[in-house]
């Protein structure tokens, strides 16, 4: 049933995961967050809409560089994984940091069209310096700007100086900011540079179930996408290895993060719904994918609901 309404990109579906947003949202949102007046409010609204514009950006990305076929499994997934680790829908530095590296992601998998390439490796590299403002870890993305630039306009020797010159502009808003706001900014950002690998974060064991699920899930659709990618058209092939590698490095930002805790394992949602796409889409027998839609779909609810108690 839900895969079979989803297999085809229907503004219906739209619908369907901006209501389950709102349904999923707003409760925890309000639970686990002390009222303090319309702050709060304002707050959980701007987080919603950031929220919303992530899982439109997702479909947007995986339809427009026909990541996936017709389908809107992307979003379907995407939001899915949100709820199993539903400490996201709070966390608005994180939430901003992962969009503006959906904006990234959506810029350098544009570069295959081979047209206003300077132009989109500065847009690429402008987000990811600024969304490491929010969370510093995601500027490791700033990899997949270097990877895209060899896989397509390597030749050229300004494109590599580029992402130096998107830096340069980035710290020059940041200080500027810095300056008007008594150094604040630049305390914050400076607390949040060191690496840390203490994994034992978990405030209850379903956080600690829901990321050995997770990661199992990850585990089958990386290998899925691995093993199939010589399968793929050979127009597509550069494409899929971005994602890959966007896969990568949003694991490898979850590691290095300070403060970390599962909301991290956001900036790794994207390329896997991508990949998890991909591998329903695979599946010949309707009843396993229906099957496999359900599973995955009952997962995060049932996470969703034993972390917002």
């Known amino acids: 049933m839900i895969a079979s309404i ?3 990109t229907r503004p219906f579906n739209y619908v369907i995961v901006g209501l389950l947003l709102l349904l999923t949202f707003v409760p925890y949102f309000f639970v686990h967050t002390v009222y303090e007046g319309w702050q ?3 707050k959980g609204i701007f987080c919603f809409f950031i929220i919303a514009a ?4 997702v479909n947007f990305i995986s339809l427009k560089n026909t ?3 017709n389908n809107n499994y992307a979003i379907l997934l995407f939001f899915t994984f949100l709820l199993f680790f539903p400490s996201i829908f709070k966390n608005t530095n994180i939430l901003i940091s992962n969009f503006l590296l959906l904006l990234s992601l959506r810029r350098l998998l544009s570069l295959k069209s081979m047209t206003q390439t300077k132009e989109k490796i500065f847009d690429a590299s402008f987000w990811i310096f600024l969304s490491a403002l929010f969370h510093f870890w995601s500027i490791l ?3 997949l700007v270097f990877i895209s630039i060899a896989l397509h306009v390597s030749r050229d ?5 580029i992402p130096i010159i998107a830096l340069i502009s980035v710290t020059i808003l940041f200080f500027v900011f810095n300056s008007m706001n008594n150094n604040e900014p630049l305390e914050i950002l400076l607390n949040k540079t060191y690496i840390s690998f203490d994994f034992t974060y978990f405030e209850n064991i379903y956080q600690n179930i829901a990321l050995a699920v997770f990661s199992s ?3 089958l659709f990386f290998v899925n996408m691995i093993t199939t990618l010589n399968t793929k058209l050979l127009s597509m092939n550069i494409s899929f290895k971005k994602v890959i590698f966007s896969f990568i490095l949003g694991i490898g930002i979850y590691i290095l993060s300070a403060n970390k805790n599962n909301s991290c394992l956001i900036f790794s949602l994207a390329p896997l719904s991508i990949m998890g796409a991909n591998f329903i889409e695979g599946l010949d027998n309707n009843l396993i994918k229906e099957i496999t839609v359900y599973v995955i779909c ?12």
């Open 298 to 309: 009952l997962l995060g609810l049932f996470f969703f609901i034993t972390q917002m108690l």
């Open 6 to 8: 989803f297999n085809k």
């Open 217 to 219: 899930i990850a585990v």
């Open 141 to 143: 993305y700033i990899g």
């Open 54 to 57: 992530s899982c439109l950006l």
């Open 67 to 69: 990541l996936t076929k």
């Open 157 to 161: 020797y300004k494109n590599w100086i």
């Open 40 to 42: 709060v409010v304002f």
